[in-house]
């Protein structure tokens, strides 16, 4: 406020758009930007994403069956724009049905991970349903993305070893874990990366790992990172990890983005 007890800065908006709080801790946290490359993916390039995995995706494998994750969700626009086009394809196909039904499968079948809890903070409390909301109904706006949906963890170091799907079980897949973090969501993450996606997305982060002992932790693990690697690299790889690869693509890789 100003020295008159105005607002300096009125954020209202009668549509309830969210993304200007993923811009504005960008924007204003250096920390964030150097340490985690925080950069928000423009509406855009979200667009064009989505358009060329989670669309076909529900084409190929059917909209009961179509699942989403970004390993890498920051402030959560994907999962946002995910959200919203599964929302739209359930009203469509049944357009008698419970938009709240709608809403909660839509919310099911959308899943994020990001190191950084108050970038889950971000977007579990406001990045999620209001920018969706239809204008005749109110009675699920109330729902949020819980831990086991968009838990906090570092995404590289949970789950099978690349190509080791096949059979795995939680247990195993998360044995060589030496450490936790505080913050991280250990059930959640054993769960959520010890299967696959029908389409997997996101912005990882296109930076050095400076830790000694994480980035040894992050070359045991992937064959890919090499020298001065960037964690895109690894994130690719796991990325393409994820993916469920469709039987009637005649190609070894799945929807990914």
């Known amino acids: 406020m100003d020295d008159s ?3 300096a800065h009125d954020f209202t908006d009668l549509e309830m758009g969210t993304r200007f709080l993923g811009d504005l801790y960008q924007d204003l946290s250096d920390y964030a930007k150097s340490t985690y490359a925080l950069l928000q993916t423009p509406d ?10 989670l669309t076909p ?50 919310l099911a079948a959308v899943t994020g991970v990001d190191l950084t809890p108050l970038l889950r903070l ?21 729902l949020r993305p819980s831990r086991s949906t968009l838990p906090v963890g570092d995404s590289l170091l949970w789950g099978a070893r690349p190509g080791q799907f096949a059979g795995m079980e939680a247990a195993t897949a998360a044995a060589d874990r030496q450490f936790l973090y505080r913050t991280e ?10 299967k696959q996606y029908t389409a997997v997305v996101g912005n990882p982060p296109y930076i050095v790992c400076r830790d000694p002992a994480l980035n040894q932790q992050y070359r045991d693990r992937f064959r890919s990172c090499h020298r001065q690697y960037s964690l895109g690299v690894p994130f690719t790889e796991k ?13 070894p890789a799945g929807f990914v983005a």
Do not use: Y
């Open 122 to 142: 971000s977007h579990g409390s406001a990045c999620w349903l209001p920018r969706s909301r239809p204008a005749t109904s109110h009675d699920w706006l109330m």
């Open 185 to 194: 969501h250990a059930e959640a993450l054993q769960r959520i990366f010890n």
């Open 57 to 106: 995706a529900i084409e190929t494998f059917g909209l009961a069956k179509t699942t989403l994750i970004d390993p890498t969700c920051g402030s959560g626009h994907f999962l946002l724009g995910g959200f919203q086009r599964l929302f739209a394809t359930w009203r469509a196909a049944e357009p008698g049905g419970s938009e709240r039904e709608h809403a909660e499968r839509a």
């Open 239 to 251: 990325f393409f990890d994820l993916a469920v690869t469709p039987d009637n693509l005649g190609r």
């Open 5 to 7: 007890g105005s607002l």
């Open 44 to 53: 855009f390039i979200e667009e064009f994403i989505l358009d060329r995995t």
